[in-house]
């Protein structure tokens, strides 16, 4: 049980150096904030939209069962409206979280390649202590793609 608390402490002091990183970088800095900012704002845009999608059903519902024609036809109106608003905001969404995740790649695999091509040459010493390793740079790339 301590172990596990352990592995959580460096996992998360681990996730927080590279996040640090980035986001103090001055090369990454303002663009990482940017589309973090962006991704958290239509996050919660989006969660206003579903909110709200999920009164304008209910009244068109209450409006049916009622046999309110107007206010049905109102609520399906109001309805098509969202969509049209929230189909392109879905889709920037989509990019702006895109972009930050491949800003995000792009960071650390620099770190990680300039780590490995440093002047202590990890990537000699790497070969000759373990023959066995094969494409270490390849290994870095899955390791970021995954992480």
């Avoid at 040459?121 to 094969?134: G, P, S, T, W």
Wanted: with cysteine; charged share 20%; hydrophobic share 45%.
């Amino acid at each position: 049980d301590k172990l596990k608390v352990v592995r959580w402490r460096q996992l998360a002091r681990a996730i927080w150096t590279l996040w640090t990183a980035f986001f103090h970088d001055p090369t990454t800095c303002l663009k990482a904030w940017s589309l973090f900012l962006l991704t958290v704002s239509f996050t919660i845009l989006e969660i206003g939209a579903v909110l709200k999608v999920t009164f304008e059903v209910k009244d068109m519902n209450n409006a049916l069962h009622n046999h309110k024609q107007e206010e049905f036809w109102n609520a399906i109106k109001f309805l098509l409206l969202l969509c049209v608003i929230c189909g392109p905001l879905i889709y920037l969404h989509i990019y702006a979280a895109g972009a930050l995740k491949l800003e995000w790649r792009r960071h650390l695999t620099k770190k990680l390649s300039n780590r490995y091509i440093s002047s202590s040459q990890a990537f000699y010493r790497l070969k000759m202590q373990h023959a066995h390793v094969d494409n270490p740079d390849q290994r870095i790339a899955q390791d970021i793609d995954s992480f």
